[in-house]
């Protein structure tokens, strides 16, 4: 029996437009895809090739320039049409327009039973698909130098309108379990799943330890995981890997070659039909979004949940992590008259200051983007607290941040922390304060510091 860990602080924030389990959403043929850097944090890119070169599914684009062992690996075959830069030349995407007839390199089939940690780290590298591998502290992909006190997979996720990772698993089965063995070859292996998951191949999956997550949102975050489960000391590292990434390593191992289909959730209340569209990483949005928008203005497209997501539109693609696109209302054609005023029931608030709070928790909400208000002094009300569920002073935290003080930071936990676990507050956060960026700017400049 697994452990049930029950967390009481957070907030789920039900919106409109969730995708449903029984829509498959269809695909157009894209003839380019592209590799995005920044979908990869901490990793500065170097890119191996040059336009006009034609590459295999699997053969390298870049390198992290730090660490140029670890590769980034195309996801389709065919010729590499640009190399898109922007400010100071920086990488924004590697394109790759795709050949009719795909091939792939040959990695080898291996069987993870009998191999090592150093063979399941060399065959990621080879492979180009270790830099999928994340790390605490900084929150950044990791290199094949560190050395991991426990490896932390989350396959609960339960931001708004996020993808149910239960879908993403059918069929892929085996590779998952492949994934998690060969993970656990390199150090201990923590499945993280959600009290109202009961796939088999989570509930009995081998070679790991399962811990049962029982609480609102953001429980499904590997920093609040660890914090429950092995905590982060200074000097110590954890490696975190998306579920999605796990198959990846799986296929890899099953059958010699680099396959990065996924299935994503296209949800949002600006959505026609929100549902799953199976994609490879890289893929472009119009591909199978365009289609899908119930409108082409004042629509806030996400590459990701509408919490943690980025910005984006029809000319973006598939990032290595994302398992969502989103889209809601950007609220900038509202006019509300007296809208203080008015018992507003359509509108969310975690104060109840709107009389929505009687219809319950089951209620949905067609949301937009706005951030209604400006930023203001921080207010030490506890907001943070209620909805952060771990063991860590989140306001303090964040004024440390805030004025470089590096040795406070460490004292209240900057290890075990990474800006997504700041979403919920963000999202409360009374003083408009945009946590996230201000955690991610904290995380660099101690790692910089450290370095």
């Not at 040059?50 to 590769?71: I, M, R, Y």
């Not at 709107?354 to 209604?372: I, T």
């Not at 997504?420 to 963000?426: G, I, K, T």
Request: proline share 4%; net charge negative.
């Amino acid at each position: 029996m697994a452990d049930v860990i029950k967390l009481r602080k957070g907030l789920d924030i039900n919106l409109k437009g969730k995708a449903s389990m029984d829509v498959t959403l269809q695909v157009k043929q894209a003839e380019e895809y592209a590799l995005v850097p920044d979908a990869f944090v901490g990793v500065t890119p170097k890119v191996v090739v040059k336009e006009g070169v034609h590459v295999n599914s699997g053969d390298a684009l870049f390198v992290n320039k730090a660490c140029p062992e670890v590769k980034f690996a195309s996801p389709v075959s065919g010729t590499v049409t640009a190399i898109e830069r922007g400010e100071r030349r920086k990488v924004l995407c590697v394109k790759v327009k795709a050949d009719a007839e795909q091939q792939a390199t040959d990695f080898g089939k291996k069987n993870v039973d009998v191999l090592d940690g150093e063979a399941v780290k060399n065959a990621l590298l080879e492979a180009g698909l270790f830099g999928y591998i994340n790390q605490l502290p900084y929150a950044v992909s990791t290199t094949p130098d560190t050395k991991p006190k426990a490896i932390f997979v989350s396959a609960l996720r339960d931001m708004p309108l996020a993808s149910d990772f239960e879908k993403e698993l059918e069929g892929n089965e085996d590779a998952f379990q492949a994934g998690l063995t060969a993970l656990s070859k390199v150090a201990k292996v923590y499945l993280g799943v959600g009290i109202n998951q009961h796939s088999r191949a989570l509930e009995e999956a081998k070679n790991v330890e399962v811990n049962v997550f029982d609480g609102p949102c953001p429980a499904g975050n590997v920093g609040v995981q660890v914090n429950h489960i092995d905590p982060v000391n200074k000097g110590e590292v954890v490696w975190s890997v998306d579920p999605s990434a796990i198959i990846f390593f799986g296929r890899l191992f099953l059958t010699g070659k680099v396959d990065l289909r996924k299935k994503v959730a296209v949800a949002g209340s600006e959505i026609k039909t929100p549902g799953y569209a199976e994609v490879l990483v890289g893929t472009p949005l119009s591909a199978f979004v365009a289609d899908q928008l119930k409108a082409t203005e004042h629509v806030r497209l996400i590459n990701g949940n509408p919490l943690t997501g980025v910005q984006t539109d029809m000319a973006g693609f598939v990032g290595g992590h994302t398992s969502e696109i989103t889209a809601i209302p950007e609220g900038d054609d509202k006019d509300e008259m007296l809208g203080w005023i008015l018992p507003r029931t359509s509108q969310f608030s975690t104060s109840r200051s709107y009389f929505s709070w009687l219809f319950g928790k089951k209620k949905e909400y067609d949301l937009d983007a706005r951030v209604k208000g400006g930023e203001r002094h921080m207010i030490m009300s506890g907001e943070y607290d209620k909805v952060l569920p771990m063991d860590i002073f989140g306001e303090y935290l964040i004024k440390a941040i805030i004025t470089g003080d590096i040795d406070k930071q460490e004292q209240l936990g900057i290890y075990e922390v990474s800006p997504e676990d700041f979403a919920v507050a963000e999202f409360v956060d009374s003083s408009k304060l945009e946590l996230q960026k201000i955690v991610r700017d904290g995380l660099n400049t101690l790692r910089k510091e450290n370095a």
